[in-house]
């Protein structure tokens, strides 16, 4: 079976090309042939970097390279800002293409908001109508999407919850950053931008020191491009002057993954402290290396955290604070909360996992004739 990847690619720093490796790695590791095309900058065996963000023709850039790999299916990662302007219009045009020759198309929706915007929900109607199966990541985005969409197009949503990687947490990472390895790390990590609400942690965090004084803030990250410079600023100016300035360590640059998995290592409990999110990567990664979470009360918190016991769920400052508090002065809470996530990962939502159900999904949609004869599917 030969699955060809519309995608988000790296190096390029992105979550949806993040994903995109290790969902595309975990399917090679099962035996399944798959080609990707992507944006221009990413690299790597069976890559084609085909189009860029800004391109008028980039449906039909993409159509034409991955045509040339005859898939028996086509899986596109969809965000909004990847398939150029007007909120990422050509990818109806790409989808419509693969329609028209026959070959299935899967449609993964990375965003879906619990209220969707007018502009989302045009998108997203003409993507269900002509996608042969659609995946999102969590039950409310698809409870979100019936509420718009026709029934026979909310049939055809599927639930596969992102993945996370089996991993251990790197030995002495403090002391690979050159953070004080004497003190407990409160970590907020990501690209900064105000929907994060990393400014909330600022705010708390000379509370927090009066309540656990042996603690350091740590905040990891950048802005992407010019994206969002102004709030970067506000978090920065907020971070001087605050009155635990040196117990506050920022960590700019690049993140690589090795460089990313270091930094959470080091952390005792990170903080998501989100207004609003879809799904989230960085949780994933959280959960994958067992550090305990405080987050905030949205729908995929929610779900994910407070499902399954791995964190402690948010409403007010007050409530951070503590929930921050406890986990760092509660060693067998902070173990139990670990634990936790760490089944989590093993039983439901490993790569490997995630993986099948899609190589199931896949085999389900491929066009294979109805013929009285033994069909053997080779690779």
Same mark, same amino acid.
């Given at each position: 079976?030969?699955?060809?990847?519309?995608?988000?690619?790296?190096?390029?720093?992105?979550? =949806?090309?993040?994903?995109?490796?290790?969902?595309?790695?975990?399917?090679?590791?099962?035996?399944?042939?798959?080609?990707?095309v992507?944006?221009k !900058?990413?690299?790597?065996?069976?890559? #084609?970097?085909?189009? @860029?963000? +800004?391109?008028g023709?980039?449906?039909?850039?993409?159509?034409?390279?991955?045509?040339?790999?005859?898939?028996?299916?086509?899986?596109?990662?969809?965000e909004?800002?990847? #398939? !150029?302007?007007?909120?990422?219009?050509?990818v109806?045009?790409?989808?419509?293409?693969?329609?028209?020759?026959?070959? *299935?198309? $899967?449609?993964t929706?990375?965003?879906?908001?619990?209220? &969707?915007?007018?502009?989302?929900? /045009?998108?997203?109607?003409? =993507?269900?109508?002509?996608s042969?199966?659609?995946?999102?990541?969590?039950?409310?985005?698809?409870?979100?999407?019936?509420?718009?969409?026709?029934k026979?197009?909310? @049939?055809?949503?599927l639930? /596969? *919850?992102?993945?996370?990687?089996?991993?251990?947490? %790197? *030995?002495?990472?403090?002391? %690979?950053?050159?953070?004080?390895? @004497?003190?407990?790390?409160?970590?907020?990590?990501?690209?900064?931008?105000?929907s994060?609400n990393?400014?909330?942690?600022?705010?708390?965090?000379? +509370?927090?020191?009066?309540?656990?004084?042996?603690?350091?803030?740590?905040?990891?990250?950048?802005?992407?491009?010019? +994206?969002?410079?102004?709030y970067?600023?506000?978090?920065?100016?907020? %971070?001087?002057?605050?009155?635990?300035?040196?117990?506050?360590?920022?960590?700019?640059?690049?993140?690589?993954?090795?460089?990313?998995d270091? $930094?959470?290592?080091?952390?005792?409990?990170?903080?998501l *402290?989100?207004?609003?999110?879809?799904?989230?990567? &960085?949780?994933?990664?959280?959960?994958?290396?067992?550090k305990?979470?405080?987050?905030?009360?949205?729908?995929?918190?929610?779900?994910?955290?407070?499902?399954?016991?791995?964190?402690?769920?948010?409403e007010?400052?007050?409530?951070? $604070?503590?929930?921050?508090?406890?986990?760092?002065?509660d060693?067998?809470l902070?173990k139990?909360?670990?634990e936790?996530?760490?089944?989590?990962?093993r039983? +439901?939502?490993?790569?490997?996992? /995630?993986?099948?159900?899609?190589?199931?999904?896949?085999?389900?949609?491929?066009?294979?004739?109805?013929? @009285?004869?033994?069909?053997?599917?080779v690779e």
């Amino acid at each position: 079976m030969r699955v060809g990847f519309i995608t988000s690619f790296p190096p390029i720093e992105c979550g =949806i090309a993040t994903y995109s490796q290790y969902l595309t790695t975990a399917l090679k590791e099962k035996g399944t042939d798959v080609y990707v095309v992507c944006h221009k !900058g990413g690299s790597g065996e069976k890559v #084609f970097p085909a189009f @860029d963000y +800004e391109d008028g023709d980039i449906a039909e850039k993409a159509f034409q390279m991955m045509t040339r790999f005859t898939p028996d299916v086509v899986h596109i990662q969809h965000e909004f800002g990847l #398939f !150029g302007r007007h909120f990422g219009v050509s990818v109806l045009p790409l989808i419509t293409q693969f329609r028209l020759v026959r070959i *299935p198309v $899967i449609t993964t929706l990375h965003t879906v908001y619990q209220e &969707i915007p007018r502009e989302h929900r /045009i998108i997203m109607e003409s =993507i269900a109508a002509n996608s042969d199966r659609v995946i999102v990541h969590e039950a409310y985005q698809k409870e979100a999407l019936a509420n718009v969409l026709r029934k026979e197009e909310t @049939d055809k949503i599927l639930v /596969i *919850p992102h993945g996370a990687r089996d991993v251990t947490p %790197i *030995p002495n990472a403090k002391r %690979i950053l050159g953070l004080p390895e @004497d003190k407990k790390v409160i970590l907020i990590i990501g690209y900064f931008r105000p929907s994060k609400n990393f400014e909330l942690i600022v705010d708390i965090f000379p +509370e927090i020191t009066r309540r656990y004084p042996d603690v350091i803030l740590v905040v990891a990250g950048k802005i992407r491009g010019t +994206e969002h410079r102004g709030y970067r600023n506000m978090l920065f100016s907020k %971070i001087a002057q605050s009155p635990n300035k040196d117990q506050i360590f920022i960590l700019r640059g690049q993140l690589p993954q090795e460089t990313f998995d270091t $930094i959470l290592s080091a952390s005792d409990v990170v903080v998501l *402290p989100y207004k609003i999110t879809s799904q989230s990567g &960085i949780l994933a990664h959280c959960l994958a290396f067992g550090k305990p979470v405080v987050t905030s009360d949205t729908e995929v918190m929610k779900d994910i955290i407070g499902g399954h016991n791995a964190g402690i769920i948010c409403e007010t400052k007050e409530d951070y $604070i503590e929930g921050i508090c406890k986990i760092l002065s509660d060693p067998e809470l902070a173990k139990r909360i670990s634990e936790n996530a760490r089944a989590y990962v093993r039983n +439901e939502i490993s790569w490997s996992h /995630i993986a099948d159900r899609h190589i199931e999904l896949y085999r389900s949609i491929m066009d294979i004739p109805k013929i @009285d004869s033994h069909i053997i599917l080779v690779e």
